[in-house]
């Protein structure tokens, strides 16, 4: 008879219908990117959220990324000026820069009411440190290694130098017209659950490196208490290099909070900027850390692949159902109620199994 293959006919094509199918992806990375931004973790995006779950490297900046980013004056060292007159020189050519270090500086004269005199022409040197004039002298506050391109150091001072470096202190070192004039020497304390994150990334099967424009000394003291590998004296163009050659072993993400990472950011597979960065870092990134939280980086590394998971659990279950209720179907097992049961019941089975993610507890 015509009519009980009509019906046939209908339960098929409902029982193909895809809804459960199409939703799987949709809804699971909705329900991720919702659970992410209520820990304070924003995306931009599904492919993003994706992307992240296939990175098997992260590259950390250190200051203001794995280090607090509100260094501290410990030392300052003058060769032929006193303490006073090189932070004075040091602030005046700081004063103004968002920089930690430049603020380190400027507050530290503060406190020892120092009275900055007026800088002119203040400018990056890309990385290598802050010039300008002051008073009439062309004043540098430059890192050791531009320093000694610049200007001499003597044996003394050089090693005074490094044996702050060795105590994981980083050196800035004070120039005017071409002299030495001392050095100042700061400590960034590594943030909160910084070492605990490295372990997780570990646990994950993603390995950690520290990308960092400071020395080799305070670098590999600060790797040394993580225990990740380190590259140091990186300018920003050596990063990006750094991040082009790191991606031949796999993908990568970069997570860092300034002007200087922002290529580097841009470059890695995924870039994620610490949520108290500068505009250009945050603009550049794929993700944001609004809580500044290290442990956020594995945490959301496992959101990702538990996003991930849910997307493959809802396509084998909406095709699984599907195949199930067309073979019955087929066989004349299936009523046309049941099929309409069965296509509707998929997609309310795939919703809530994306649903569960909103209630994901991240582990930092």
């Not at 909705?30 to 973790?41: M, N, V």
């Not at 050519?93 to 005199?117: C, Q």
């Not at 030495?180 to 490295?198: S, T």
């Not at 809802?314 to 179907?329: H, Q």
Request: hydrophobic share 45%; net charge negative; glycine share 10%.
């Amino acid at each position: 008879p015509l009519i009980p293959w009509i019906y046939k006919g209908l339960a098929i094509l409902l029982i193909g219908c895809p809804c459960a199918l199409v939703l799987s992806t949709p809804a699971a990375i909705t329900s991720g990117i919702s659970a992410g931004a209520r820990h304070g973790l924003l995306m931009k995006g599904g492919v993003v959220l994706e992307a992240i779950g296939r990175v098997r490297q992260v590259a950390f900046d250190k200051t203001g990324t794995l280090t607090r980013g509100t260094p501290q004056v410990t030392d300052i060292v003058g060769t032929s000026v006193s303490a006073e007159r090189l932070l004075a020189l040091a602030g005046a050519v700081e004063a103004g820069s968002s920089h930690p270090l430049a603020l380190a500086v400027t507050e530290e004269a503060k406190k020892r009411n120092i009275d900055l005199p007026e800088a002119q022409g203040s400018g990056s040197l890309n990385g290598r440190g802050v010039r300008a004039m002051v008073q009439g002298q062309d004043v540098v506050v430059a890192s050791p290694r531009y320093a000694q391109e610049i200007s001499s150091l003597e044996s003394d001072f050089s090693e005074r130098i490094r044996t702050l470096e060795d105590e994981g202190k980083t050196v800035a070192v004070v120039v005017a017209d071409g002299a030495v004039l001392g050095a100042i020497a700061f400590r960034d304390e590594l943030r909160e659950g910084a070492k605990e994150a490295m372990d997780r990334l570990r646990m994950l099967d993603v390995s950690a490196i520290m990308l960092t424009g400071d020395n080799r000394r305070t670098g590999a003291a600060l790797a040394r208490q993580l225990g990740i590998d380190v590259k140091a004296e990186l300018l920003p163009e050596d990063k990006l290099a750094e991040i082009a050659r790191l991606k031949e072993n796999g993908s990568i993400a970069m997570v860092g909070d300034g002007i200087n990472d922002a290529p580097a950011l841009a470059s890695a597979d995924v870039g994620i900027a610490m949520g108290g960065g500068t505009d250009v870092a945050l603009e550049t990134a794929d993700a944001a850390l609004l809580h500044e939280r290290v442990g956020d980086v594995p945490a959301l590394v496992g959101l990702s692949r538990a996003t991930m998971g849910n997307i493959y659990q809802n396509i084998s279950l909406a095709l699984g159902l599907k195949a199930i209720f067309l073979i019955t179907t087929i066989v004349g097992m299936t009523s046309l109620w049941m099929a309409i049961l069965a296509d509707t019941g998929a997609t309310v089975l795939v919703t809530i199994n994306a649903l569960r993610l909103l209630g994901y507890r991240l582990d930092r």
